[in-house]
């Protein structure tokens, strides 16, 4: 809550109301190796009961308060001890992570992005993987439909590859990354 009237019968600022299940925050384990974004409302009991320390608060500086104590909002905490995490070889596709790959361009006319189109169409045999799906924008997608882009003379702006490294898996769930976890992921994000 901003500073100002807490007992709500001045004229002082009104609280601030936080979307506590879309902001998300960058969990890193204790040697700052990125592992999952979670929660804001997660991330507050962590470092609440001491699991977790918050190492950037939110930008605008916002702070939680309780009767007896200030919480710092994060946008990134490290866990207090070290978590071994097991090896995980491949980065699960998610249109969210597909998209973020793809920058939200259409792999055919560079426009935003608002479908995923299968380069060699699924009625053609065309798998469901990252070498074969694309950003796609509607138009494109729909004027595309079950052709083969050798049917159609188009070409793919960008060779679609599947994505390497930790930073993928974490961000193939969240829809926008905030700008202070990029040092801590390994490799440029956005």
């Known amino acids: ?24 925050v960058l969990l890193l384990n204790a040697t700052f190796e990125p592992l999952t974004a979670l929660s804001l409302r997660r991330a507050v009991v962590l470092v609440v009961c001491g699991k977790a320390e918050v190492v950037h608060g939110d930008a605008s500086g916002l702070v939680l308060h309780s ?38 361009r259409c792999a055919y006319c560079g426009g935003r992005a608002e479908t995923i189109d299968h380069v060699v169409p699924r ?5 469901h993987t990252w070498t074969n799906c694309v950003a796609c924008c509607a138009k ?6 079950d052709k083969m882009l050798s049917e159609l003379g188009w070409r793919l702006r960008v060779v679609p ?8 898996r974490l961000l193939a769930g969240v829809a926008e990354a905030d700008p202070q976890w990029l ?3 390994g490799e440029p994000a956005a």
């Open 123 to 127: 009625s053609r045999g065309g798998p």
């Open 1 to 24: 809550m901003p500073d100002g009237d807490r007992d709500g019968g001045g004229t002082g600022p009104t609280p601030a109301v936080f979307p506590w299940g879309r902001r998300k």
């Open 161 to 168: 590859v599947a994505p390497r490294g930790p930073h993928w």
């Open 67 to 104: 009767s007896k104590s200030e919480v710092l909002v994060p946008s990134v905490i490290r866990l207090s001890s070290y978590v071994r995490v097991p090896y995980r070889g491949r980065v699960p596709m998610t249109r969210a992570g597909l998209m973020h790959r793809d920058r939200y």
């Open 140 to 145: 494109c997608n729909h004027r595309k439909a």
């Open 183 to 185: 040092p801590y992921l």
